[in-house]
């Protein structure tokens, strides 16, 4: 199956501080996730986005499809964006492959 | 729209012991995945429903696990022995995918923690 790379595994924030995600994967994708995990486990998505770009709120992602990348901007970080972001993608096996995800802390 | 329920949320037993999770995907979505996620990783697909077929079961443990999606709407996932290792959230979710090349986004339940002692 595809491979999914994320960086950093641990981010440290300033509240108020821009922040950059990568996600790196394998192959050709045909879906492509940023899900956010709270500290009560719960997978929240963020975004499907297999190319181009998309905005929501102070979030917005980027995949470039031909180059295997997606990036997550986290602008005016707040305590809230505490959490785990995980990167999913799926080729042509049909099944989401997560990354290992990476852990963000907002320090107020 | 109400989202993925599971249930029960959480859940003790000890290893040889079984114990069954249930799901229910929201209303009008055709394709339903269990996932497991151990602590620190990122969730492992175990297996996923189309309508109430099986479209890929190839990392489940099939000779502990098993899954169900009777008449293709909920479903439930069963461990029959635990064993210590199988401790981890489980995890559903569901989408609208009713056919293969046609993807969607994947909406995730609260999930189920089980503790095997």
């Known amino acids: 199956g595809i491979q999914v790379e994320q960086s950093p595994p641990d981010l440290i924030l300033q509240e108020g501080a821009n922040s950059t995600l990568r996600c790196n994967f394998s192959?050709?994708?045909?879906?492509l996730q940023w899900f956010h995990q709270n500290p009560w486990g719960q997978l929240i998505n963020l975004f499907y986005i297999p190319s181009g770009t998309k905005q929501n709120g102070r979030l917005s992602a980027t995949t470039v499809a031909t180059e295997r990348y997606s990036l997550l901007y986290i602008s005016s970080s707040q305590t809230t964006d505490s959490g785990v972001y995980f990167c999913?993608?799926?080729?042509?096996?049909?099944?989401?492959?997560f990354g290992a995800g990476t852990t963000v802390t907002v320090r107020a | 729209e109400a989202g993925v329920a599971q249930s029960p949320r959480y859940k003790i037993i000890e290893k040889r012991q079984s114990v069954a999770f249930w799901c229910n995907p929201i209303s009008g979505h055709a394709t339903l995945y269990w996932y497991q996620q151990i602590l620190g990783q990122g969730p492992k697909l175990l297996i996923q429903f189309q309508n109430n077929g099986v479209v890929d079961d190839s990392q489940l443990p099939k000779d502990r696990f098993s899954a169900e999606r009777l008449k293709g709407v909920d479903s439930t996932l069963k461990i029959q022995p635990a064993k210590l290792e199988d401790s981890a959230v489980y995890l559903c979710a569901s989408s609208k995918e009713s056919g293969r090349g046609r993807w969607d986004t994947q909406y995730f339940g609260p999930g189920t923690r089980l503790t095997v002692l």
């Open positions: 192959d050709s994708v045909n879906n």
């Open positions: 999913a993608a799926r080729s042509n096996d049909y099944k989401l492959s």
